[in-house]
C-alpha cells in the first residue's frame, strides 16, 4: 500500500517562501512519476509541477516557473516544493501525487496525499 503524507503547509505573507515535503512510503520511490497539485477555494484543482522518477525530466506550470523548485531525495523517499515569492493568488490546498508516468492529468496519478494548506497573505 502506497502512502502519501504532505506537511509545511502554513500561513506566509507575499513574497516569503515555504517548503512542503511529501513523504512516499511504501512502493519503489525511485520509479514513481510525482506531482505537485493545488486547489484553492471554490475552483478546480490544477497542476502544478511534476517530475518523472530518477533520471525523468521536470515540468512547471506558467504560473509557478521560475518560483517554484520540485526535487526529491530518493534516500528519505519524500519530494520538496520549495516555493518561493509567493502571491495571494499562490494560496490553496497542496497535493502530491505518485503514478508511473510523468503528467499535468489529475487521472494518470495512482496515489495522493491529502494535502496540505498553504496561505499567502497580501
Known amino acids: 500500500q502506497v502512502q502519501l503524507t504532505e506537511s509545511g503547509g502554513g500561513l506566509v505573507t507575499a513574497g516569503g517562501s515555504l517548503r512542503l515535503s511529501c513523504l512516499v512510503s511504501g512502493g519503489t520511490f525511485t520509479t514513481y512519476a510525482v506531482g505537485w497539485f493545488r486547489q484553492a477555494p471554490g475552483k478546480e484543482r490544477e497542476f502544478v509541477v511534476a517530475q518523472a522518477g530518477s533520471g525523468g525530466g521536470t515540468y512547471y506550470d506558467n504560473s509557478v516557473l521560475g518560483r517554484f523548485t520540485i526535487s526529491r531525495d530518493n534516500a528519505k523517499n519524500t519530494v520538496y516544493l520549495q516555493m518561493n515569492a509567493l502571491k495571494p493568488e499562490d494560496t490553496a490546498v497542496y497535493y502530491c501525487?505518485?503514478?508511473?508516468?510523468?503528467?499535468?492529468?489529475?487521472?494518470?496519478?495512482?496515489?495522493w496525499g491529502q494535502g496540505t494548506q498553504v496561505t499567502v497573505s497580501s
Open positions: 501525487a505518485a503514478g508511473p508516468v510523468v503528467a499535468g492529468l489529475e487521472g494518470l496519478y495512482d496515489y
